[in-house]
C-alpha cells in the first residue's frame, strides 16, 4: 500500500500530525494541502508537512488516491460537497472529527454518488494543543482510532482505512457513528464538560484565585483537558447534544448519591461507593490492542 | 537545625516518606516508629525507614523532639490522648491530614497543656499509591505543604515546622483551619467527588465496560485520582462535609449552566463560557512559591 498523492484539506495538528505519520512511513509520495488561511499551508509548507498548496479543496482533491478532512467538523458538509464532483472515483476519502453521528449524516447530504469512498475516522489523541507548529509524526502511534463504516461505505476502502492507520500504529476499532457518539458521550464528552463546569465553578467564586494558588497534581491532572480549544468543543456538544445531555444526568445521578451519603454521615455505603469506583478506575487501563 | 528522634506513628507512604526525607537531608539522628500493623512497621524497619521499633505510641514518642502523626484522619484524637502525657515540653507534634479544622478541634479536645506544641500540616502529594513500600524520599520535593496553626500554637514551634518542610524543598503556606478546608474542599475534594461519581456512573451503564474501553488519554488524566484510597477519601469527605457539599453545590450550577446552552443550541455563549474555563485552566500553574 503507498499513495501517490494525499490531499490535507486543513493543516493543523491532526491533518499535519497524519501527513508527517504517513509521511515517515513511507507510505505517501506527495502531499497536497489546503486550509482556509493562507498562513497556515505557508507554515505546513515551511515546516515540510506539505509539499505543494492548492488554492482550493477541489484543486486539492484532484489526482488525490487518499483525502483527510481535519477541519471543524462543522465545515464538514460544505466541503464535502466542494470536493463532491473533484474527487477520483478510487480514492479513499476519510475525515477525523470528534463526532460521527453528524458526520455520516452531512456525508449522506454531500457526497451523492461520492459516498461510499468515505470512511468517517476519529483519532482518540488528546492533544489539548492544537495548530500545525504542534504537528508531530508520532501523534498517533500507539493510538486508538474508531471507524464507522455507513451502510453505503465500499468494503474495499474500508480494508485501506485499517491498513492506514494500523500502518501508522494505531489500535483500531470499528463501529456504527451512533455507537461511537454513545460511547465518547460517557468517556470524552462528558468529562470535557465536567471539567469545564469545574473551572466556570471555581473561578466564579470570589476566592477562586486564592483557591486555585493552592491547588496540586491531582486538580492539575483532573482539569487538564479543560484547556482544550473552545470552537470545538463547542461544535462537539452541540453535534452530539441528545448523548451528552444524557450522560451528564447519569453522572449527576451519581454525584447526588454520593452527596446524599455525606449528608446522612452513613460511613459505611459512603466507603462502598468509593471502593466501587476505585476499583473500577484501578482495573481500567487504555486499550491497546483491537478486540475482536 | 537537627532532631534527635523522629516518632513517626503511623508509617505508610506519608509518614515514610518524611522519615526518608529527614534523614538523607541528615535532619535526624534516629526514627522510632510505631504502626498499629506490625507487618508494616517490620517492613518500614527492613527498608530502613525507621530505625528501631516502638509497641505503643506512648512509647514512640519518648525522647523524641519531632513527632509525627501519618495515620488516617479518624485515629488522629485517640492517638494523641495516648501520647499526651509522654510527649516532650519541647519537642514540636504535626500530623499531615488532609482535612483541618477537624483535626485542630481533636487537638484542643485532646492535647490540653501539650497543645501548644501542635502544629497541623497538609502536604499536597496527589499520590494514588500508599503504603510503606512506595514511601520515597522525593515525595515532599517541590510540593506545597499548608501549615494551619492554632491560636495557642507556640511561634517557635511554627517556625522550626517551616523550616523543617522548606528543608525537604516544599512549598509552605499558613493559613486557618476553616480557610484550609474552604479552599481544598474546591480544588482536592470536590475533584475526588467528581471523579468518584464520574467512574460510578459509567460502571451503572449496561454498556460501562465497551465504554470504558474506548477511552482515551482525556480520560485516563481527568480520573486519575479516582483510584485514590477508599476509607482515607470517606474520612475526607465526611470531615469537610459542609465546604464539600457547598462546592458541589455551585459545581452543579455551573453544569447546568453549560447543559442549559447545549439544550437551547446556544453555540455563541456556550463557546464564551467554554472560553474562559479554557482560558482559567491555560492560566493555571502549580504554585512554586511561598505567597507572601
Not at 485499517?162 to 470499528?174: F, K, M, N, R, S
Not at 466501587?276 to 482495573?283: E, G, L, N, P, V
Request: aromatic content about 4%.
Amino acid at each position: 500500500m503507498k499513495f501517490e498523492r494525499l490531499a490535507l484539506i486543513g493543516c493543523g495538528l491532526m491533518g499535519g500530525s497524519f501527513a508527517l505519520a504517513l509521511k515517515r512511513a513511507a507510505l505517501v509520495n506527495q502531499v497536497v494541502g489546503f486550509s482556509p488561511s493562507a498562513s497556515t499551508t505557508a507554515r505546513a509548507l515551511a515546516l515540510g508537512v506539505i509539499d505543494a498548496i492548492a488554492s482550493s479543496p477541489e484543486q486539492a482533491v484532484q489526482g488525490a488516491d487518499l483525502v483527510l478532512l481535519a477541519l471543524p467538523v462543522a465545515a464538514t458538509e460544505p466541503t464535502l460537497q466542494r470536493i463532491r464532483g473533484s474527487v477520483a472515483p478510487g480514492a479513499l476519502l476519510m475525515d477525523v472529527g470528534s463526532t460521527k453521528s453528524d458526520v455520516a449524516a452531512a456525508a449522506a447530504r454531500a457526497l451523492g454518488d461520492k459516498l461510499p469512498l468515505f470512511v468517517p475516522a476519529h483519532p482518540i489523541c488528546g492533544a489539548e494543543l492544537s495548530g500545525v507548529d504542534n504537528a508531530s509524526a508520532d501523534l498517533y502511534a500507539g493510538r486508538q482510532v474508531v471507524l464507522t463504516p455507513l451502510a453505503q461505505t465500499d468494503d474495499a476502502g474500508l480494508q485501506t482505512a485499517l491498513q492506514v492507520w494500523t500502518a501508522l500504529g494505531c489500535h483500531v476499532h470499528c463501529m456504527t457513528p451512533e455507537a461511537h457518539d454513545a460511547a465518547y458521550a460517557a468517556v470524552s464528552h462528558l468529562p470535557h464538560l465536567i471539567a469545564f463546569a469545574l473551572m466556570n465553578s471555581l473561578s466564579g467564586q470570589s476566592q477562586g484565585a486564592a483557591f486555585l494558588s493552592l491547588a496540586g497534581p491531582g486538580f492539575r491532572d483532573s482539569t487538564r483537558i479543560a484547556a482544550s480549544e473552545p470552537s470545538m468543543w463547542r461544535d462537539i456538544l452541540l453535534a452530539n447534544r441528545e448523548q451528552v445531555l444524557a450522560q451528564s444526568r447519569q453522572f449527576q445521578a451519581s454525584l447526588q448519591a454520593l452527596e446524599q451519603l455525606i449528608t446522612s454521615g452513613d460511613g459505611e455505603a459512603l466507603k462502598q461507593l468509593i471502593e466501587s469506583a476505585s476499583q473500577t478506575r484501578s482495573a481500567w487501563r487504555i486499550s491497546t490492542h483491537t478486540p475482536s
